[in-house]
């Protein structure tokens, strides 16, 4: 099946400890972007990738890095998390840019205490 | 499901009413619109999209409509249905330049359909 998968779905932790959300999709897109969402403010971009190795910010990079080392796979670093990092993030992918379909991910909701 | 639609901008319709759900885009550069409908606990799904040198296309029951002028989008929905109930973003993307791949979502509107 084709799909955008996110680990975890549910994360609670502390102000500063480190933390990756992975991302893997199965459709060899070369697409994949990551997006947080918060009530009033709607989705935000954070980076988005065009292909391996090649990564640009979003609206809303601050605080944040990504890697994209294999196509599948599209990590989300928190180095410090901080409680204004506390949102609901979506990963997301298309086939060969941000036009045209982009599938998304189930989400994963983090909590910063 | 979670909350993301506090103080979102609500539509409220009858089942078999015709919906038009509407959005102002900031960015005069951006050349490529996509709809996208965001059910409770799930995340966004491809609706639609129009490039900027088309001012409307049509899917099944929804069109797109763009006026450049006014920098405003909307999306009619033909005989609505409960499934059809959800918040719907509008996207803008400038397909080339520097920010070639940068996608914003506009604030969302919230569609409720009543049996």
């Known amino acids: 099946e084709a799909q955008v998968t996110q680990n975890p779905r549910y994360l609670i932790t502390v102000t500063g400890k480190k933390l990756t959300v992975t991302c893997s999709q199965n459709?060899?897109?070369?697409?994949m972007s990551w997006y947080r969402q918060d009530p009033g403010l709607g989705l935000r971009q954070i980076y988005y990738s065009m292909n391996v190795e090649v990564t640009d910010k979003g609206d809303v990079p601050e605080g944040y890095k990504v890697s994209r080392k294999e196509k599948r796979n599209f990590p989300l670093i928190l180095e410090s998390p901080s409680p204004n990092q506390t949102s609901l993030y979506f990963c997301?992918?298309?086939?060969?840019?941000?036009?045209?379909?982009?599938?998304f991910g189930p989400g994963t909701r983090l909590t910063v205490t | 499901g979670e909350s993301v639609g506090l103080h979102l901008p609500t539509l409220s319709v009858q089942e078999g009413d015709n919906s038009i759900i509407n959005c102002a885009y900031s960015n005069s550069a951006s050349d490529y619109f996509i709809w996208y409908k965001q059910e409770s606990g799930k995340g966004p799904q491809f609706i639609i999209d129009i490039r900027s040198n088309m001012d409307k296309r049509q899917g099944q029951r929804v069109t797109v409509l763009l006026n450049k002028t006014v920098k405003h989008l909307s999306l009619q929905i033909a005989a609505t249905q409960p499934g059809d109930s959800a918040v719907y973003f509008c996207a803008e993307i400038r397909s080339g330049g520097t920010s070639y791949g940068k996608l914003t979502f506009g604030q969302g509107t919230i569609l409720t359909v009543h049996p």
């Open positions: 997301a992918s298309s086939l060969r840019s941000a036009l045209g379909e982009q599938y």
């Open positions: 459709m060899n897109h070369e697409y």
